[in-house]
């Protein structure tokens, strides 16, 4: 890839080098047109077509390069792809080795089996009660609220005021208004 580039470049170089000939020349066909050489200029201008030409076939030549570049590029990529899924399918069959279907189907079936289990032991602690046990809980139930409701009774009488603060206020005598007259 470093070499193509290389020529790339050179290739480049080399039509900066024919433009900068190709305005020269067209710059001395004009001089040569103006003091009458009229043959020589012609010579000059058949000689610039040719430089033209090779300026196409060098604009080919760096397409050419070019693509070929991305093309080595992307190959490079599509090797590393392939690499990589190379190594995904030995992990995977690794994989394989380790796990067989038939070990998944037990683990599977026991799993099922579990379940099963499970369920069977769910719909005995659901279905064993009967509705004699049932009204049992719920009159079991009922006893244990009415124990916490059973409170003492209270005095029916309002209790006194014992509080010194209160008293000191009630014997305080009220304030009389006196008007001016």
Not at 22 to 40: N, S, T, V
Not at 61 to 76: C, G, H, R, T, Y
């Amino acid at each position: 890839i470093a070499q193509l580039k290389q020529q790339r470049d050179k290739l480049k170089q080399y039509q900066k080098k024919i433009t900068v000939q190709l305005q020269q020349e067209r710059e001395l066909a004009k001089q040569l047109l103006h003091d009458g050489k009229k043959r020589k200029a012609k010579l000059l201008l058949k000689k610039k077509r040719y430089q033209e030409q090779l300026l196409e076939k060098t604009d080919n030549q760096i397409s050419n390069l070019e693509k070929m570049v991305q093309d080595i590029e992307f190959a490079q990529i599509e090797m590393k792809v392939l690499e990589g899924l190379k190594v995904g399918n030995e992990c995977l069959k690794k994989m394989h080795e380790v796990m067989s279907i038939e070990e998944v189907e037990k683990i599977m079936d026991e799993t099922q089996e579990g379940i099963e289990y499970q369920r069977q032991i769910d719909e005995l602690l659901a279905g064993s009660l009967t509705a004699e046990d049932e009204e049992a809980i719920l009159d079991e139930l009922e006893a244990i609220t009415q124990e916490d409701l059973e409170l003492p009774e209270a005095p029916s009488e309002p209790l006194p005021d014992t509080t010194p603060e209160k008293q000191a206020v009630k014997n305080k005598p009220k304030p009389q208004l006196v008007t001016a007259s």
